[in-house]
Protein backbone atom coordinates (compact mmCIF):
# COMPACT_ATOMS: atom_id res chain seq x y z
CA UNK A 1 0.00 0.00 0.00
CA UNK A 2 1.56 3.36 -1.11
CA UNK A 3 0.45 6.44 0.78
CA UNK A 4 -1.66 9.07 -0.50
CA UNK A 5 -0.56 12.44 -0.62
CA UNK A 6 -1.86 15.72 -1.92
CA UNK A 7 0.49 17.80 -3.79
CA UNK A 8 0.63 20.16 -0.97
CA UNK A 9 2.07 17.39 0.91
CA UNK A 10 4.65 16.31 -0.90
CA UNK A 11 7.67 17.91 0.50
CA UNK A 12 6.71 15.45 3.74
CA UNK A 13 7.39 13.10 1.68
CA UNK A 14 10.74 13.63 -0.31
CA UNK A 15 12.23 10.07 -1.30
CA UNK A 16 8.54 8.38 -0.71
CA UNK A 17 6.54 6.15 -3.03
CA UNK A 18 3.30 8.39 -3.08
CA UNK A 19 -0.30 8.21 -4.96
CA UNK A 20 -1.89 10.91 -6.10
CA UNK A 21 -5.43 11.99 -6.94
CA UNK A 22 -6.20 14.24 -9.33
CA UNK A 23 -7.09 15.56 -13.26
CA UNK A 24 -4.44 15.90 -15.50
CA UNK A 25 -3.65 19.91 -16.68
CA UNK A 26 -1.81 19.76 -19.63
CA UNK A 27 0.93 17.40 -20.74
CA UNK A 28 3.13 16.51 -23.33
CA UNK A 29 5.35 13.51 -24.25
CA UNK A 30 8.56 13.56 -26.37
CA UNK A 31 9.09 10.06 -27.47
CA UNK A 32 10.05 7.17 -24.47
CA UNK A 33 8.89 10.01 -21.68
CA UNK A 34 5.35 11.87 -21.12
CA UNK A 35 5.34 14.84 -18.57
CA UNK A 36 1.57 15.15 -17.03
CA UNK A 37 0.88 18.12 -15.10
CA UNK A 38 -1.43 17.04 -12.69
CA UNK A 39 -3.52 18.96 -10.27
CA UNK A 40 -5.66 17.76 -7.11
CA UNK A 41 -7.32 20.54 -6.19
CA UNK A 42 -4.05 21.46 -4.01
CA UNK A 43 -1.81 22.50 -6.34
CA UNK A 44 0.00 21.38 -9.30
CA UNK A 45 3.14 18.48 -9.85
CA UNK A 46 4.75 17.73 -13.11
CA UNK A 47 4.94 13.65 -12.92
CA UNK A 48 7.10 12.17 -14.98
CA UNK A 49 6.65 8.93 -16.75
CA UNK A 50 9.77 7.36 -18.79
CA UNK A 51 8.67 4.72 -20.90
CA UNK A 52 10.19 1.09 -19.65
CA UNK A 53 8.93 -2.55 -18.65
CA UNK A 54 8.22 -1.40 -15.62
CA UNK A 55 5.29 1.45 -17.17
CA UNK A 56 4.52 -0.55 -20.75
CA UNK A 57 0.93 -1.31 -19.34
CA UNK A 58 -0.43 2.16 -18.94
CA UNK A 59 2.64 4.16 -20.86
CA UNK A 60 0.80 4.89 -24.10
CA UNK A 61 -2.70 5.51 -22.49
CA UNK A 62 -1.44 7.43 -20.10
CA UNK A 63 0.55 9.63 -22.94
CA UNK A 64 -3.07 9.90 -24.83
CA UNK A 65 -5.01 11.34 -21.63
CA UNK A 66 -6.38 14.72 -22.71
CA UNK A 67 -6.87 17.12 -20.76
CA UNK A 68 -9.37 16.63 -17.64
CA UNK A 69 -9.28 13.40 -17.62
CA UNK A 70 -8.59 11.55 -14.00
CA UNK A 71 -6.72 9.66 -12.66
CA UNK A 72 -4.12 8.27 -9.91
CA UNK A 73 -0.68 8.55 -9.99
CA UNK A 74 1.90 6.33 -7.87
CA UNK A 75 5.57 7.85 -8.18
CA UNK A 76 8.73 8.55 -6.20
CA UNK A 77 8.83 12.33 -4.97
CA UNK A 78 11.84 14.34 -5.87
CA UNK A 79 12.59 17.74 -5.10
CA UNK A 80 13.00 19.90 -8.64
CA UNK A 81 13.61 23.58 -7.95
CA UNK A 82 12.39 24.33 -11.64
CA UNK A 83 9.06 21.98 -11.28
CA UNK A 84 5.71 23.76 -9.90
CA UNK A 85 5.69 23.49 -6.62
CA UNK A 86 9.54 22.61 -5.95
CA UNK A 87 8.66 18.48 -6.24
CA UNK A 88 8.38 16.26 -9.46
CA UNK A 89 6.42 12.61 -9.47
CA UNK A 90 8.84 10.06 -11.05
CA UNK A 91 5.75 7.84 -12.28
CA UNK A 92 5.92 3.85 -11.40
CA UNK A 93 1.84 3.43 -11.74
CA UNK A 94 -1.02 5.07 -13.69
CA UNK A 95 -4.69 4.00 -13.01
CA UNK A 96 -7.21 6.14 -15.12
CA UNK A 97 -10.06 6.70 -13.42
CA UNK A 98 -12.19 8.37 -15.80
CA UNK A 99 -10.79 9.52 -19.42
CA UNK A 100 -12.13 12.97 -20.45
CA UNK A 101 -12.89 14.34 -24.14
CA UNK A 102 -12.86 17.20 -25.78
CA UNK A 103 -12.71 19.73 -22.26
CA UNK A 104 -14.11 23.09 -23.79
CA UNK A 105 -11.40 25.35 -21.68
CA UNK A 106 -7.97 24.78 -23.75
CA UNK A 107 -4.88 26.43 -22.91
CA UNK A 108 -5.69 29.14 -25.30
CA UNK A 109 -7.44 32.01 -24.56
CA UNK A 110 -11.06 32.16 -24.57
CA UNK A 111 -13.82 35.00 -24.30
CA UNK A 112 -15.27 36.09 -20.74
CA UNK A 113 -18.81 35.45 -21.90
CA UNK A 114 -18.16 31.73 -22.93
CA UNK A 115 -15.81 31.19 -19.65
CA UNK A 116 -18.87 32.42 -17.76
CA UNK A 117 -21.05 30.13 -19.39
CA UNK A 118 -18.56 26.96 -17.92
CA UNK A 119 -18.38 29.06 -14.73
CA UNK A 120 -19.03 25.54 -13.36
CA UNK A 121 -15.39 24.36 -15.32
CA UNK A 122 -13.69 27.59 -15.12
CA UNK A 123 -13.42 26.93 -11.95
CA UNK A 124 -10.53 24.52 -12.19
CA UNK A 125 -8.34 27.47 -13.99
CA UNK A 126 -5.13 28.41 -12.63
CA UNK A 127 -6.14 32.00 -12.07
CA UNK A 128 -10.01 31.22 -10.77
CA UNK A 129 -8.50 28.76 -8.61
CA UNK A 130 -5.81 31.62 -7.14
CA UNK A 131 -8.88 33.87 -7.00
CA UNK A 132 -10.88 32.20 -5.01
CA UNK A 133 -8.75 30.69 -2.27
CA UNK A 134 -8.06 34.14 -1.34
CA UNK A 135 -11.85 34.70 -1.07
CA UNK A 136 -11.78 32.11 0.94
CA UNK A 137 -8.69 33.67 3.30
CA UNK A 138 -10.56 37.07 3.27
CA UNK A 139 -13.70 35.23 4.46
CA UNK A 140 -11.59 33.49 7.57
CA UNK A 141 -9.59 36.67 8.43
CA UNK A 142 -13.09 38.34 8.55
CA UNK A 143 -14.56 35.78 11.42
CA UNK A 144 -10.84 35.93 12.86
CA UNK A 145 -10.83 39.77 13.44
CA UNK A 146 -14.26 40.03 14.66
CA UNK A 147 -14.13 36.87 16.85
CA UNK A 148 -10.64 37.82 18.24
CA UNK A 149 -11.71 41.68 19.03
CA UNK A 150 -14.82 40.49 21.01
CA UNK A 151 -17.77 41.26 18.52
CA UNK A 152 -21.03 38.18 18.93
CA UNK A 153 -21.89 36.99 15.87
CA UNK A 154 -25.41 37.54 15.28
CA UNK A 155 -27.08 35.83 12.39
CA UNK A 156 -29.75 37.95 10.58
CA UNK A 157 -32.84 37.11 8.50
CA UNK A 158 -33.34 36.86 5.14
CA UNK A 159 -36.66 37.21 4.84
CA UNK A 160 -37.46 40.45 5.45
CA UNK A 161 -40.89 42.89 5.81
CA UNK A 162 -39.15 45.92 5.03
CA UNK A 163 -35.76 47.69 3.21
CA UNK A 164 -33.11 48.50 5.18
CA UNK A 165 -31.44 50.16 2.03
CA UNK A 166 -33.03 52.24 -0.77
CA UNK A 167 -36.35 50.67 -1.93
CA UNK A 168 -35.71 50.55 -5.48
CA UNK A 169 -33.41 47.74 -5.20
CA UNK A 170 -36.18 45.13 -3.17
CA UNK A 171 -36.32 41.89 -4.47
CA UNK A 172 -40.14 40.96 -3.57
CA UNK A 173 -40.64 37.49 -2.82
CA UNK A 174 -44.54 35.30 -1.81
CA UNK A 175 -44.45 34.80 1.86
CA UNK A 176 -47.59 33.00 2.32
CA UNK A 177 -49.73 35.23 0.26
CA UNK A 178 -48.07 38.40 1.87
CA UNK A 179 -45.07 40.40 -0.20
CA UNK A 180 -41.46 40.54 2.01
CA UNK A 181 -38.02 40.83 0.56
CA UNK A 182 -34.78 39.33 0.26
CA UNK A 183 -32.70 41.34 2.65
CA UNK A 184 -30.24 43.99 1.20
CA UNK A 185 -28.91 44.09 4.66
CA UNK A 186 -28.46 43.34 8.37
CA UNK A 187 -28.10 46.37 9.97
CA UNK A 188 -31.41 46.42 11.43
CA UNK A 189 -31.14 43.59 13.15
CA UNK A 190 -27.56 44.10 14.43
CA UNK A 191 -28.48 47.43 15.96
CA UNK A 192 -31.23 45.31 17.98
CA UNK A 193 -28.59 42.79 18.98
CA UNK A 194 -25.84 45.68 19.77
CA UNK A 195 -27.89 46.64 22.93
CA UNK A 196 -28.07 43.02 23.78
CA UNK A 197 -23.82 42.20 23.15
CA UNK A 198 -22.29 45.77 22.76
CA UNK A 199 -20.58 44.04 19.88
CA UNK A 200 -21.63 42.76 17.16
CA UNK A 201 -21.66 41.51 13.28
CA UNK A 202 -23.58 39.89 11.02
CA UNK A 203 -22.00 37.70 7.95
CA UNK A 204 -23.96 36.45 4.90
CA UNK A 205 -24.95 37.45 1.30
CA UNK A 206 -27.26 40.39 1.03
CA UNK A 207 -29.73 41.08 -2.38
CA UNK A 208 -29.97 44.15 -4.39
CA UNK A 209 -32.39 44.05 -7.46
CA UNK A 210 -29.30 46.34 -9.34
CA UNK A 211 -30.85 46.84 -12.53
CA UNK A 212 -27.90 47.64 -14.05
CA UNK A 213 -25.18 45.34 -15.87
CA UNK A 214 -21.79 47.33 -14.21
CA UNK A 215 -18.39 45.44 -13.41
CA UNK A 216 -19.16 46.67 -9.70
CA UNK A 217 -22.53 45.41 -8.87
CA UNK A 218 -24.01 41.98 -7.96
CA UNK A 219 -27.64 41.24 -7.38
CA UNK A 220 -26.34 38.65 -4.89
CA UNK A 221 -23.28 39.23 -2.43
CA UNK A 222 -21.78 38.82 0.60
CA UNK A 223 -21.40 41.60 3.37
CA UNK A 224 -20.18 41.49 6.96
CA UNK A 225 -21.71 44.11 9.40
CA UNK A 226 -20.55 44.92 12.12
CA UNK A 227 -22.24 47.44 14.82
CA UNK A 228 -21.06 48.76 18.21
CA UNK A 229 -23.15 50.53 20.87
CA UNK A 230 -22.01 53.13 22.72
CA UNK A 231 -19.58 54.67 19.46
CA UNK A 232 -19.38 57.36 17.38
CA UNK A 233 -18.32 58.05 13.75
CA UNK A 234 -14.83 58.15 15.09
CA UNK A 235 -14.99 54.80 16.72
CA UNK A 236 -16.32 53.20 14.14
CA UNK A 237 -14.08 54.61 11.27
CA UNK A 238 -11.01 53.60 13.37
CA UNK A 239 -12.52 50.22 13.71
CA UNK A 240 -13.05 50.05 9.92
CA UNK A 241 -9.31 51.15 9.25
CA UNK A 242 -8.06 48.45 11.69
CA UNK A 243 -10.32 46.24 9.75
CA UNK A 244 -9.20 46.83 6.74
CA UNK A 245 -5.44 46.93 7.68
CA UNK A 246 -5.39 42.89 9.27
CA UNK A 247 -7.52 41.25 6.38
CA UNK A 248 -4.95 43.34 3.67
CA UNK A 249 -1.87 42.11 6.00
CA UNK A 250 -3.66 38.50 6.20
CA UNK A 251 -4.06 38.31 2.39
CA UNK A 252 0.11 39.70 1.72
CA UNK A 253 1.13 36.63 4.24
CA UNK A 254 -0.57 33.97 2.59
CA UNK A 255 -1.12 35.07 -0.65
CA UNK A 256 1.65 37.43 -1.96
CA UNK A 257 2.68 34.35 -4.68
CA UNK A 258 -1.06 34.20 -6.04
CA UNK A 259 -1.34 37.82 -5.97
CA UNK A 260 1.81 38.32 -8.07
CA UNK A 261 0.64 35.50 -10.41
CA UNK A 262 -2.72 37.65 -10.67
CA UNK A 263 -0.46 40.65 -12.19
CA UNK A 264 -1.48 42.12 -9.14
CA UNK A 265 1.23 44.97 -7.78
CA UNK A 266 2.17 43.92 -4.02
CA UNK A 267 3.78 46.87 -3.24
CA UNK A 268 1.08 48.89 -3.99
CA UNK A 269 -0.98 46.58 -0.96
CA UNK A 270 2.05 46.71 1.36
CA UNK A 271 0.91 50.48 1.62
CA UNK A 272 -2.04 50.01 3.15
CA UNK A 273 -1.37 51.37 6.34
CA UNK A 274 -2.94 53.20 9.26
CA UNK A 275 -3.86 55.81 9.32
CA UNK A 276 -6.13 56.49 5.68
CA UNK A 277 -7.40 59.80 4.59
CA UNK A 278 -10.00 61.39 5.87
CA UNK A 279 -12.15 63.67 4.18
CA UNK A 280 -15.30 65.20 3.78
CA UNK A 281 -18.23 64.91 1.63
CA UNK A 282 -17.67 68.55 1.20
CA UNK A 283 -13.84 68.48 0.29
CA UNK A 284 -14.80 65.43 -2.01
CA UNK A 285 -17.10 67.98 -4.43
CA UNK A 286 -14.51 70.29 -4.55
CA UNK A 287 -11.94 67.74 -5.87
CA UNK A 288 -14.38 66.83 -7.99
CA UNK A 289 -14.78 69.97 -10.03
CA UNK A 290 -10.84 70.69 -9.23
CA UNK A 291 -8.24 70.94 -11.99
CA UNK A 292 -6.52 67.95 -10.92
CA UNK A 293 -10.15 65.89 -11.48
CA UNK A 294 -10.33 67.50 -14.87
CA UNK A 295 -6.39 66.54 -16.05
CA UNK A 296 -6.76 63.00 -14.66
CA UNK A 297 -9.81 62.10 -17.27
CA UNK A 298 -8.06 64.07 -19.95
CA UNK A 299 -4.85 62.12 -19.70
CA UNK A 300 -7.27 58.97 -19.54
CA UNK A 301 -8.90 59.33 -22.79
CA UNK A 302 -5.38 60.17 -24.24
CA UNK A 303 -4.07 56.51 -22.81
CA UNK A 304 -7.72 54.78 -23.83
CA UNK A 305 -7.25 56.34 -27.29
CA UNK A 306 -3.83 54.90 -27.87
CA UNK A 307 -4.85 51.81 -26.41
CA UNK A 308 -7.42 51.53 -28.66
CA UNK A 309 -5.70 52.02 -31.73
CA UNK A 310 -2.93 49.41 -30.36
CA UNK A 311 -6.21 46.74 -30.17
CA UNK A 312 -7.17 47.88 -33.57
CA UNK A 313 -3.75 46.93 -34.85
CA UNK A 314 -3.07 43.93 -32.79
CA UNK A 315 -6.88 42.64 -34.23
CA UNK A 316 -6.06 43.16 -37.78
CA UNK A 317 -3.00 41.05 -37.23
CA UNK A 318 -4.72 38.11 -35.76
CA UNK A 319 -7.39 37.91 -37.93
CA UNK A 320 -4.93 38.11 -40.47
CA UNK A 321 -3.36 34.68 -38.94
CA UNK A 322 -6.79 33.05 -38.14
CA UNK A 323 -7.89 33.33 -41.60
CA UNK A 324 -4.71 32.07 -42.87
CA UNK A 325 -3.23 28.99 -44.38
CA UNK A 326 -0.45 28.46 -41.31
CA UNK A 327 -0.81 25.27 -38.78
CA UNK A 328 -3.91 24.81 -37.41
CA UNK A 329 -3.04 25.16 -33.68
CA UNK A 330 -1.64 28.34 -35.13
CA UNK A 331 -4.79 29.69 -36.61
CA UNK A 332 -7.10 28.74 -33.47
CA UNK A 333 -4.53 30.67 -31.03
CA UNK A 334 -4.93 33.50 -32.74
CA UNK A 335 -8.81 33.30 -33.30
CA UNK A 336 -9.31 33.01 -29.99
CA UNK A 337 -6.71 35.63 -28.93
CA UNK A 338 -9.03 37.67 -31.49
CA UNK A 339 -12.43 36.99 -29.33
CA UNK A 340 -10.36 38.41 -26.58
CA UNK A 341 -8.79 41.76 -27.77
CA UNK A 342 -12.38 41.95 -29.38
CA UNK A 343 -13.88 42.23 -26.09
CA UNK A 344 -10.92 44.43 -24.58
CA UNK A 345 -11.97 46.92 -27.73
CA UNK A 346 -15.78 46.98 -26.61
CA UNK A 347 -14.73 47.69 -23.01
CA UNK A 348 -12.14 50.27 -24.49
CA UNK A 349 -14.47 52.25 -26.55
CA UNK A 350 -16.97 52.17 -23.77
CA UNK A 351 -15.03 53.64 -21.39
CA UNK A 352 -14.21 55.97 -24.34
CA UNK A 353 -17.42 57.00 -25.02
CA UNK A 354 -17.64 57.34 -21.29
CA UNK A 355 -14.81 60.02 -20.39
CA UNK A 356 -16.56 62.90 -21.65
CA UNK A 357 -19.64 62.32 -19.75
CA UNK A 358 -17.98 61.94 -16.79
CA UNK A 359 -15.82 64.67 -17.07
CA UNK A 360 -18.71 66.69 -17.04
CA UNK A 361 -20.68 64.82 -14.56
CA UNK A 362 -17.53 65.94 -12.27
CA UNK A 363 -16.80 69.26 -13.41
CA UNK A 364 -20.91 70.03 -12.75
CA UNK A 365 -20.47 68.33 -9.41
CA UNK A 366 -23.50 69.74 -7.11
CA UNK A 367 -23.16 69.44 -3.68
CA UNK A 368 -26.63 67.69 -2.63
CA UNK A 369 -26.21 64.97 -4.44
CA UNK A 370 -24.88 61.23 -3.73
CA UNK A 371 -21.26 60.43 -5.47
CA UNK A 372 -21.77 58.38 -8.78
CA UNK A 373 -19.40 55.38 -9.49
CA UNK A 374 -17.17 57.60 -11.75
CA UNK A 375 -17.07 59.93 -9.02
CA UNK A 376 -16.22 57.74 -6.90
CA UNK A 377 -13.40 56.45 -9.04
CA UNK A 378 -11.58 59.79 -9.73
CA UNK A 379 -11.67 60.77 -5.73
CA UNK A 380 -10.01 57.00 -5.65
CA UNK A 381 -7.73 57.47 -8.12
CA UNK A 382 -6.52 60.69 -6.61
CA UNK A 383 -5.45 58.86 -3.39
CA UNK A 384 -2.62 56.17 -2.88
CA UNK A 385 -4.70 54.95 -0.14
CA UNK A 386 -7.93 53.98 1.06
CA UNK A 387 -9.67 57.36 1.85
CA UNK A 388 -12.67 57.77 4.06
CA UNK A 389 -15.78 60.21 2.85
CA UNK A 390 -17.91 61.31 5.40
CA UNK A 391 -20.88 63.63 6.20
CA UNK A 392 -22.72 62.90 3.08
CA UNK A 393 -26.06 65.08 2.34
CA UNK A 394 -28.74 64.23 4.26
CA UNK A 395 -31.38 63.60 1.42
CA UNK A 396 -28.96 61.50 -0.32
CA UNK A 397 -28.34 58.94 2.26
CA UNK A 398 -30.83 55.89 4.42
CA UNK A 399 -33.00 57.29 6.76
CA UNK A 400 -31.06 55.68 9.90
CA UNK A 401 -27.96 58.04 9.62
CA UNK A 402 -27.28 59.99 12.21
CA UNK A 403 -28.03 63.57 11.51
CA UNK A 404 -25.02 66.01 12.31
CA UNK A 405 -25.85 67.71 15.46
CA UNK A 406 -23.28 70.88 14.03
CA UNK A 407 -24.80 71.54 10.39
CA UNK A 408 -27.90 69.51 10.24
CA UNK A 409 -27.77 69.28 6.13
CA UNK A 410 -25.60 66.13 6.50
CA UNK A 411 -25.48 62.93 8.27
CA UNK A 412 -22.57 61.51 10.49
CA UNK A 413 -21.97 58.61 7.55
CA UNK A 414 -18.57 57.63 5.58
CA UNK A 415 -17.18 55.33 2.49
CA UNK A 416 -14.40 53.66 2.51
CA UNK A 417 -12.69 53.97 -0.95
CA UNK A 418 -10.32 51.55 -2.00
CA UNK A 419 -6.91 53.67 -4.18
CA UNK A 420 -6.27 53.17 -7.38
CA UNK A 421 -9.95 53.67 -8.57
CA UNK A 422 -11.39 50.70 -6.90
CA UNK A 423 -14.02 52.91 -5.40
CA UNK A 424 -16.28 51.85 -2.61
CA UNK A 425 -15.97 48.77 -0.65
CA UNK A 426 -17.74 50.45 3.04
CA UNK A 427 -20.22 51.99 3.74
CA UNK A 428 -20.72 53.12 7.56
CA UNK A 429 -22.78 55.18 9.55
CA UNK A 430 -23.54 56.40 13.49
CA UNK A 431 -27.14 55.87 13.61
CA UNK A 432 -30.00 57.99 14.64
CA UNK A 433 -30.65 57.24 17.95
CA UNK A 434 -33.37 59.94 18.71
CA UNK A 435 -36.85 59.15 18.49
CA UNK A 436 -38.37 61.76 16.94
CA UNK A 437 -35.80 62.44 14.92
CA UNK A 438 -35.57 58.76 13.04
CA UNK A 439 -39.47 59.28 12.92
CA UNK A 440 -39.26 62.79 11.08
CA UNK A 441 -36.62 60.85 8.38
CA UNK A 442 -39.21 57.42 7.88
CA UNK A 443 -41.77 59.72 7.36
CA UNK A 444 -40.14 62.41 5.00
CA UNK A 445 -39.03 59.13 2.93
CA UNK A 446 -42.96 57.90 3.03
CA UNK A 447 -41.34 54.61 4.45
CA UNK A 448 -44.15 52.22 5.97
CA UNK A 449 -44.13 53.38 9.53
CA UNK A 450 -45.78 49.63 10.62
CA UNK A 451 -43.19 48.40 9.44
CA UNK A 452 -40.55 50.02 11.49
CA UNK A 453 -42.25 49.92 14.86
CA UNK A 454 -40.18 47.14 16.49
CA UNK A 455 -36.90 49.09 15.36
CA UNK A 456 -38.02 52.40 16.32
CA UNK A 457 -38.32 50.41 19.70
CA UNK A 458 -34.53 50.30 20.04
CA UNK A 459 -35.42 54.54 20.27
CA UNK A 460 -37.73 54.18 23.16
CA UNK A 461 -35.73 51.52 25.76
CA UNK A 462 -32.11 52.45 26.82
CA UNK A 463 -31.67 54.27 23.16
CA UNK A 464 -27.78 55.07 22.45
CA UNK A 465 -25.20 56.32 20.26
CA UNK A 466 -24.24 53.80 18.13
CA UNK A 467 -22.84 52.71 14.46
CA UNK A 468 -21.10 50.22 12.35
CA UNK A 469 -20.65 49.88 8.93
CA UNK A 470 -20.87 46.79 6.01
CA UNK A 471 -17.90 45.48 3.81
CA UNK A 472 -18.70 43.58 0.65
CA UNK A 473 -16.74 40.68 0.20
CA UNK A 474 -16.49 40.69 -3.81
CA UNK A 475 -15.76 44.52 -4.28
CA UNK A 476 -12.93 43.52 -1.60
CA UNK A 477 -11.86 40.65 -3.26
CA UNK A 478 -11.60 43.22 -6.81
CA UNK A 479 -9.43 45.67 -4.86
CA UNK A 480 -7.04 42.88 -3.36
CA UNK A 481 -6.49 40.92 -6.61
CA UNK A 482 -6.45 43.86 -8.78
CA UNK A 483 -10.24 42.40 -10.77
CA UNK A 484 -11.44 44.16 -13.16
CA UNK A 485 -14.88 42.85 -13.15
CA UNK A 486 -16.50 41.31 -9.89
CA UNK A 487 -18.19 38.49 -11.81
CA UNK A 488 -14.51 36.77 -10.87
CA UNK A 489 -14.96 37.54 -7.50
CA UNK A 490 -17.89 34.96 -6.36
CA UNK A 491 -18.27 31.71 -7.01
CA UNK A 492 -21.32 31.33 -9.01
CA UNK A 493 -21.82 35.17 -9.85
CA UNK A 494 -25.92 36.61 -9.88
CA UNK A 495 -26.33 39.63 -12.12
CA UNK A 496 -29.26 41.33 -14.13
CA UNK A 497 -29.72 38.95 -17.17
CA UNK A 498 -27.16 36.27 -15.22
CA UNK A 499 -28.68 33.49 -13.44
CA UNK A 500 -26.82 30.46 -14.82
CA UNK A 501 -24.95 28.02 -14.09
O1 LIG B 1 -23.20 51.10 1.42
P1 LIG B 1 -24.11 49.93 1.59
O2 LIG B 1 -25.37 49.91 0.83
O3 LIG B 1 -24.35 49.85 3.17
C1 LIG B 1 -25.25 49.04 3.80
O4 LIG B 1 -25.86 48.12 3.32
C2 LIG B 1 -25.30 49.31 5.27
N1 LIG B 1 -26.51 48.74 5.80
C3 LIG B 1 -24.08 48.73 5.94
C4 LIG B 1 -24.04 49.01 7.40
O5 LIG B 1 -23.85 50.14 7.80
N2 LIG B 1 -24.22 47.98 8.21
O6 LIG B 1 -23.32 48.59 1.25
C5 LIG B 1 -22.15 48.24 1.95
C6 LIG B 1 -21.14 47.59 1.02
C7 LIG B 1 -20.66 48.47 -0.12
O7 LIG B 1 -19.64 49.34 0.32
C8 LIG B 1 -20.16 47.44 -1.10
O8 LIG B 1 -18.89 46.95 -0.71
C9 LIG B 1 -21.16 46.33 -0.93
O9 LIG B 1 -21.72 46.47 0.36
N3 LIG B 1 -22.22 46.40 -1.96
C10 LIG B 1 -22.24 45.64 -3.07
N4 LIG B 1 -21.38 44.73 -3.54
C11 LIG B 1 -21.69 44.12 -4.70
N5 LIG B 1 -22.81 44.37 -5.43
C12 LIG B 1 -23.71 45.28 -4.98
N6 LIG B 1 -24.82 45.49 -5.68
C13 LIG B 1 -23.43 45.97 -3.76
N7 LIG B 1 -24.09 46.92 -3.04
C14 LIG B 1 -23.33 47.15 -1.95
Known sequence: MTTISTIDKLREHLGDTVTLQGWVHQSRASGKVAFILVRDGTGLCQCVMEKSDQTAGFFDETRRLAQESALEVTGVVVADARAPGGFELQVTNVCVVHAARDYPITPKPHGIEFLMKLRHLWFRSQRQWHILRIRATVVDE???YFNDHDYVLIDTPIFAPAAGEGSQTLFKVDYFGEPVYLAQTGQLYVEAACMAHRKVYCFGPTFRAEKSKTRRHLTEFWMVEPEIAYASLGDVIDAAEDFVCSVVQRVLRDHRPQLIELGRNVEELERIQKPFHRITYTRAAEMLRS???????????????ERLAELDRRIEKLEAVAK?????????????????????????QEQIRNIPHHLELAAGFEWGSDLGGSDETIISRLHDKPVFVTHYPKHAKAFYMREDRADERVVENFDLLAPQGFGEIIGGSAREEELGRLLARIRHDHLPEDDYEWYLDLRRYGSVPHGGFGLGVERTLCWLCGLKHIREAIPF????????P
Open 142 to 144: IRR
Open 291 to 305: PQAKALLEQDLVAKQ
Open 324 to 348: GDGKQWDKDVAAAEAIEAREERAEV
Open 493 to 500: ARMMGKIY
